[in-house]
């Protein structure tokens, strides 16, 4: 597995990492520490989590909250020393008027519980899951900044931020003498390049690592779905993904999914091997997220840098994906 520095900082991380937002919610503790232990003998260091991932992602009740980390936390064990732990805050967790958010009340309140759901004393890199409109971004960054000076955290990022969001935290930072945002985490795959518009040249400009989640569109590039065909039993589709069914609902999406599977196999690779190799190629990705639910799942990161693609390659599949 090969590593990478994350954005200018000197944290070197795996350029695929593990998404654990099925743990506690689509796979029980068993699954979900045969997946953590596949991935860390692949040579995957970053693992990825959130205090929202659990049942009550699509129970509604936000007190099922934290499953995700509390399997980890358990898990973990003597592990823990050779991955680089990251998770997120803003999802509401609770039923209180303070529950979600990035007050510093809550960011203060809400890392406490990670830290002990995870098990750990420190979170390698803690990250503002969406930006809040409803909270000046000084307070957020003043809050994340005593966290890094307290021990608790060691590198502070974003996830969902667009451009100005990040330059403008950014900015601030550099105002207050603060920590900055060493990365942030936006969706990135052969078939969703909206962040190539200026996201990613920002990120490649200034330095940020993009730490990039679906980079296989959530199971359309891994070959799971057809039009036409009932979605497999156990799939994101099947449990009714809301991102995904949206996707799904627009037929241009399977049909470059075809015709990359078509390019992929002329060439004697996978589409799912394609289309990481793909993403962790581009400018400014630090590593790409996957989110896996089985252990065998995560054979294609295996040997992604024999997947070399030349300006031809690329022009082809830029043809086909427009």
């Given at each position: 597995?090969?590593?990478?520095?994350?954005?200018?900082?000197?944290?070197?991380?795996?350029?695929?990492?593990?998404?654990?937002?099925?743990f506690?919610?689509?796979?029980?503790?068993?699954?979900?520490?045969?997946?953590?232990?596949?991935?860390?003998?692949?040579?995957?260091?970053?693992?990825?989590?959130?205090?929202?991932?659990?049942?009550?992602?699509?129970?509604?009740?936000?007190?099922?909250?934290?499953?995700?980390?509390?399997i980890?936390?358990?898990?973990?064990?003597?592990?823990?020393?050779?991955?680089?732990?990251?998770?997120?805050?803003?999802?509401?967790?609770?039923?209180?008027?303070?529950?979600?958010?990035?007050?510093?009340y809550?960011?203060?309140?809400?890392?406490?519980?990670?830290?002990?759901?995870?098990?750990?004393?420190?979170?390698?890199?803690?990250?503002?899951?969406?930006?809040?409109?409803?909270?000046?971004?000084?307070?957020?960054?003043?809050?994340?900044?005593?966290?890094?000076?307290?021990?608790?955290?060691?590198?502070?990022?974003?996830?969902?931020?667009?451009?100005?969001?990040?330059?403008?935290?950014?900015?601030?930072?550099?105002?207050?003498?603060?920590?900055?945002?060493v990365?942030?985490?936006?969706?990135?795959?052969?078939?969703?390049?909206?962040?190539?518009?200026?996201?990613?040249?920002?990120?490649?400009?200034?330095?940020?690592?993009?730490?990039?989640?679906?980079?296989?569109?959530?199971?359309?590039?891994?070959?799971?779905?057809?039009?036409?065909?009932?979605?497999?039993?156990?799939?994101?589709a099947?449990?009714?993904?809301?991102?995904?069914?949206?996707?799904?609902?627009?037929?241009?999406?399977?049909?470059?999914?075809?015709?990359?599977?078509?390019?992929?196999?002329?060439?004697?690779?996978?589409?799912?091997?394609?289309?990481?190799?793909w993403?962790?190629?581009?400018a400014?990705?630090s590593?790409?997220?996957?989110?896996?639910?089985?252990?065998?799942?995560?054979?294609?990161?295996?040997?992604?840098?024999?997947?070399?693609?030349?300006?031809?390659?690329?022009?082809?599949?830029?043809?086909?994906?427009?």
């Amino acid at each position: 597995m090969q590593h990478r520095r994350l954005g200018q900082t000197g944290l070197k991380v795996s350029v695929v990492a593990l998404g654990c937002m099925a743990f506690g919610r689509w796979i029980d503790e068993t699954s979900s520490e045969r997946v953590f232990d596949a991935a860390v003998d692949a040579g995957i260091t970053l693992i990825d989590t959130a205090d929202i991932y659990g049942r009550g992602m699509d129970s509604g009740d936000p007190t099922q909250s934290g499953e995700s980390e509390m399997i980890l936390g358990r898990i973990m064990k003597e592990k823990r020393h050779r991955i680089i732990l990251a998770t997120k805050v803003n999802g509401r967790v609770g039923l209180g008027p303070n529950d979600y958010g990035l007050s510093r009340y809550h960011i203060m309140k809400t890392v406490e519980d990670s830290l002990q759901r995870l098990r750990t004393d420190v979170i390698d890199l803690y990250q503002v899951h969406r930006f809040d409109p409803q909270t000046p971004i000084e307070e957020t960054l003043g809050a994340l900044d005593d966290l890094i000076h307290q021990g608790k955290v060691r590198y502070i990022g974003c996830s969902n931020y667009a451009a100005w969001q990040i330059a403008k935290s950014r900015g601030i930072s550099t105002q207050y003498g603060f920590n900055k945002f060493v990365s942030v985490q936006p969706a990135y795959s052969l078939l969703v390049r909206d962040i190539e518009k200026e996201l990613l040249p920002f990120c490649e400009s200034e330095g940020v690592g993009a730490i990039v989640y679906s980079p296989l569109a959530r199971g359309i590039l891994a070959g799971k779905y057809q039009a036409g065909v009932a979605p497999p039993a156990g799939s994101r589709a099947e449990m009714k993904d809301r991102s995904l069914v949206t996707m799904l609902a627009k037929g241009e999406y399977l049909q470059r999914a075809e015709k990359l599977q078509e390019f992929a196999l002329q060439r004697g690779w996978s589409l799912p091997r394609l289309a990481l190799a793909w993403v962790i190629q581009r400018a400014g990705v630090s590593s790409a997220i996957m989110g896996v639910s089985k252990a065998d799942q995560l054979s294609v990161v295996t040997n992604l840098e024999d997947i070399q693609l030349n300006g031809e390659d690329l022009a082809v599949i830029d043809r086909i994906c427009e």
